[in-house]
């Protein structure tokens, strides 16, 4: 009878973790073309907080590749992730991005790989143009709850589309 509970119990166990990880944030953001004055491709980050505004997971960074420097100007991003962690710079930075509509991919895990905890937590989009625009684009959420949304245009980005699910 123990031997039957405990197989039940690691079966559900197993269940339970395999719905868990089928989980994904799809964000499909789009940067607009802008026209006016010195234009330079925007150096973008997307990642999640946790309630305590504490960096669980950098989903997206582009940059230029010389453009080490102009991270800092990613604030908030490079506050919370960027210059304690010249590693995850190095592993997630990808080039930037002219004009467009681009879809990027989170699967619920932290920086680590590892399973986020259920909770309420935050997207968060920057998008930075060097002698540019600001955008600092944040939407709460609750992991493990499915929604779907579209944020409204800034002066950096178009609307921004994210399903949970």
């Known amino acids: 009878m123990k031997i039957t509970i405990k197989i039940m119990a ?5 269940y339970c973790l395999n719905a868990y990880s089928a989980a994904q944030m799809d964000i499909s953001l789009t940067l607009p073309e802008i026209t006016e ?3 330079h491709r ?3 980050a997307v990642w999640v907080e946790d309630s305590h505004a504490k960096h669980q997971a950098t989903i997206a960074l582009w940059r230029e590749e010389k453009g080490f420097k102009w991270l800092k100007d990613i604030q908030r991003w ?8 010249k590693e995850l710079v190095d592993a997630m930075t990808s080039a930037t991005r ?3 509509q681009y ?4 699967d619920g895990l932290n920086q680590n790989k ?3 905890t259920a909770g309420n937590y935050t997207l968060l989009v920057e998008v930075v143009r060097e002698h540019g625009g600001r955008s600092l684009v ?4 609750v992991l493990n709850e499915k929604f779907n949304t579209t944020l409204a245009a800034t002066a950096e980005t178009g609307p921004i589309t994210i399903t949970y699910q």
Request: charged share 20%; proline share 9%; net charge positive.
């Open 138 to 141: 944040k939407h709460p959420f």
């Open 103 to 106: 879809r990027l991919t989170w």
């Open 10 to 14: 690691l079966l559900c166990t197993c």
């Open 114 to 116: 590892q399973a986020l």
């Open 98 to 100: 002219p004009a467009g």
């Open 37 to 39: 004055g010195q234009y």
């Open 78 to 85: 490079w506050r919370k992730a960027g210059r304690d962690d």
């Open 42 to 44: 925007p150096y973008v």
